[in-house]
């Protein structure tokens, strides 16, 4: 079974602070991406990695950074936390296609909350 | 952009009763799956079925991709099946970047 685990299930940080959310797959997997949720807006893509040190912008990039130096690993930066940022933050991953789609599995997710 | 809708946005049933949830998209796609989001926010993957049938168990789904629409079967319902069923695609190029839908809220009442 695919496994995608994600380092805390709730997190409270301060306004300011600079934030790490950890993803990690164990199914060899090329692509990673970080979506967020909240009420009435659904599930919104913020980044996304094909490959080692690879990402590409989603649709709400801003105030947000990410990582990936080793292929199961995909973090997403906040680098000064806002209030705005509160949200439940969902990583998945999926085989890169060759021109097709394949399936994507998602974390437990973290619920965040700024401060 | 692809458009994802879904209906109905709620729904409420009796315990054993049968449902069937729709996803419609505006263009062609070459991935879509089917998820149901338990109570503490994990979306658990039901299908994965860009084009087709399939069946697991209680629940089955049906995309007829060229007609852009997906259905989802959910017969014999139980409490445990409440939650928030959502439909997403992902359409062109090799990302596989996943559209959601807004969700169907089903509340499965003994």
């Known amino acids: 079974d695919v496994k995608v685990t994600q380092s805390s299930r709730y997190l409270v940080k301060r306004t300011g602070e600079k934030v790490f959310l950890e993803c990690v797959q164990d199914m060899d997997h090329e692509n990673m991406f970080w979506y967020r949720q909240d009420p009435g807006l659904g599930l919104r893509l913020i980044y996304f990695?094909?490959?080692?040190?690879?990402?590409e912008k989603g649709d709400i990039p801003e105030g947000y950074s990410v990582s990936r130096e080793k292929k199961e690993r995909f973090s997403l930066i906040l680098e000064s936390a806002s209030t705005n940022q509160t949200s439940m933050y969902l990583c998945?991953?999926?085989?890169?296609?060759?021109?097709?789609?394949?399936?994507?599995?998602f974390g437990p997710g973290t619920r965040l909350t700024v401060t | 952009g692809i458009q994802v809708e879904q209906s109905p946005p709620d729904l409420i049933l009796q315990e054993g009763a049968n449902s069937t949830l729709r996803c419609n998209f505006s263009?062609?796609?070459?991935?879509l799956q089917w998820f149901h989001q338990n109570p503490w926010g994990q979306l658990i993957n039901l299908f994965y079925i860009p084009s087709g049938t399939k069946q697991n168990g209680r629940l089955s789904a049906t995309t007829v991709a060229t007609e852009r629409y997906s259905l989802l079967y959910i017969s014999s319902s139980q409490t445990t099946d409440s939650g928030v069923y959502f439909c997403?695609?992902?359409?062109?190029?090799?990302?596989?970047?996943?559209?959601f839908g807004t969700g169907t809220l089903l509340a499965v009442q003994p």
């Open positions: 990695s094909y490959d080692v040190k690879m990402k």
């Open positions: 998945a991953s999926s085989l890169r296609p060759g021109g097709g789609g394949y399936e994507q599995y």
């Open positions: 997403a695609v992902a359409y062109g190029g090799a990302t596989n970047k996943l559209i």
């Open positions: 263009d062609s796609v070459n991935n």
